[in-house]
């Protein structure tokens, strides 16, 4: 068969939607699995992929089963009727060559439809390298690396401006423990961390994502960003860590360093618990118990104030009161925390009506005040000096707003993608899948200005 003596259907042709060659029949077999075949029409195919002239002298026929998208939601089987020719040019030092068509060149079983669409369902559409493979018939290297070839073409290379940016860690895996048959002591053989880096106020997702949890790979990946985009970036919300603050500061020593409210809060709560813990031993000689007041009272602790009625709020005043003294220095953590969300409570929120400096410097003197007066609880006092040497960070983020909440969302789906694909054994592969995760909703949707 040749496009030569055999009628094209042109709407079978347009249906298959396979550039390059036609349609000239098409058959169910017994087992169901309907037939195409097809002949090439694409005049190109006939030149010589080294010397590039049109050969006219056919050596024989040839068929290939190349693989491409489904028709109407079934596969389909294409039986593509070929020739091999003999290259005419007595120069050239191929002797012969079949017809490919930029579709499916030579040697390719897979159209680049059928491959751009399985690396989109991966990419795009949130499937498994697995699951896709069954949906299209492809097996798991090529649809992994349909996956490479369209994430490369798809994910920018440079990250997209943002003013904002946040930095902060996220665990590979679980963490691996082996006992060393020498000392007989339990070693931690692997422990892998991933430092994501993400557009924390324009919703652009991952920007990229290193291994490590020191100065140096965060540094790294700042460093060799386009200066252009570096000179923009205006702020870095990290958590309260001092390697990522060295890191950029070094590598980004015109931006501010924002520290997340979220963590600071956090971290007035561990506080506070560890001062109930001790006053609580120093009371009973033992952890509390039900019937202790300081039991009662631990779960409210907790919260917020504004999340209290009154009836919960007397209970925590009357309870802690009735532990004597020791009640009334855990009432102090439970204040100092209250005071410190009250300073953190004025940062400006999407409205961009930036606190006033006496409303900040007046919250941060009734927090030290506090703190000055229970100068004997060392819990408090190491909160206080946690928020004097993070003050330039939290002071930005009172007057910003920009928290690293982006980070947060996205180490979330980060891991849903992990567990979707039962882990995964090769890490550039998990880079690359968080990276697709994250940055979806931001490619298909246009992003507000
Ligand atoms: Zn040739």
């Given amino acids: 068969m040749n496009s030569n003596d055999t009628e094209i259907n042109e709407s079978a042709t347009h249906l298959l939607g396979l550039q390059g060659v036609g349609v000239i029949g098409v058959e169910e077999r017994e087992d169901g699995v309907r037939v195409v075949h097809v002949v090439t029409t694409d005049p190109g195919a006939r030149a010589c992929p080294v010397c590039g002239v049109f050969a006219s002298a056919r050596k024989q026929r040839a068929l290939t089963r190349p693989r491409h998208l489904p028709c109407g939601g079934r596969p389909v089987e294409i039986q593509w009727h070929k020739s091999r020719w003999r290259c005419g040019e007595s120069a050239c030092p191929r002797g012969t060559f079949t017809e490919q068509i930029p579709q499916v060149p030579a040697r390719m079983r897979v159209s680049s439809d059928l491959r751009r669409e399985a690396g989109a369902a991966v990419c795009d559409g949130g499937r498994t390298v697995v699951q896709a493979g069954r949906d299209l018939g492809l097996s798991w290297p090529i649809v992994q690396q349909a996956l490479l070839v369209y994430a490369a073409e798809v994910l920018d290379e440079t990250p997209a401006p943002t003013e904002a940016i946040g930095i902060d860690e996220t665990r590979r895996g679980k963490p691996v423990w082996k006992q060393n048959p020498a000392t007989g002591k339990w070693e931690l053989v692997a422990d892998a961390w991933h430092i994501g880096f993400v557009d924390a106020v324009g919703g652009r997702g991952l920007f990229g994502q290193v291994e490590g949890r020191n100065a140096a790979s965060v540094a790294d990946w700042l460093t060799f960003?386009?200066?252009?985009?570096?000179?923009?970036?205006?702020?870095?919300?990290?958590?309260?860590?001092?390697?990522?603050?060295?890191?950029?500061?070094?590598?980004?020593?015109?931006?501010?360093?924002?520290?997340?409210?979220f963590h600071v809060v956090q971290l007035a709560q561990r506080h506070l618990a560890d001062l109930r813990r001790r006053l609580t031993w120093k009371q009973h000689g033992r952890r509390a118990r039900k019937g202790d007041p300081v039991y009662t009272v631990r779960k409210l602790l907790r919260r917020n104030k504004?999340?209290?009625?009154?009836?919960?709020?007397?209970?925590?005043?009357?309870?802690?009161?009735?532990?004597?003294?020791y009640g009334k220095q855990i009432l102090a953590g439970w204040k100092a925390k209250e005071l410190l969300r009250d300073l953190l409570h004025l940062a400006a929120k999407h409205t961009h009506i930036h606190p006033a400096p006496s409303a900040i410097s007046g919250a941060l003197h009734r927090f030290n005040a506090h703190i000055a007066d229970h100068a004997h609880l060392p819990e408090l006092v190491t909160l206080a000096e946690t928020v004097e040497q993070w003050w330039d960070g939290i002071h930005a983020y009172i007057t910003t707003g920009i928290t690293n909440a982006a980070s947060e969302g996205n180490n979330r789906v980060i891991k849903l993608e992990a567990r979707n694909a039962f882990g995964f054994r090769n890490r550039a592969n998990q880079r690359l899948r968080s990276r697709c995760a994250t940055t979806r909703r931001g490619r298909r949707e246009p992003l507000p200005a």
């Fill in 225 to 261: 960003q386009p200066e252009q985009w570096k000179a923009q970036v205006k702020y870095v919300a990290i958590d309260l860590c001092a390697t990522f603050r060295a890191a950029v500061r070094r590598a980004l020593p015109e931006a501010v360093v924002v520290v997340d409210a």
């Fill in 306 to 325: 504004e999340d209290l009625t009154p009836e919960p709020l007397a209970l925590l005043y009357g309870e802690l009161t009735l532990m004597g003294t």
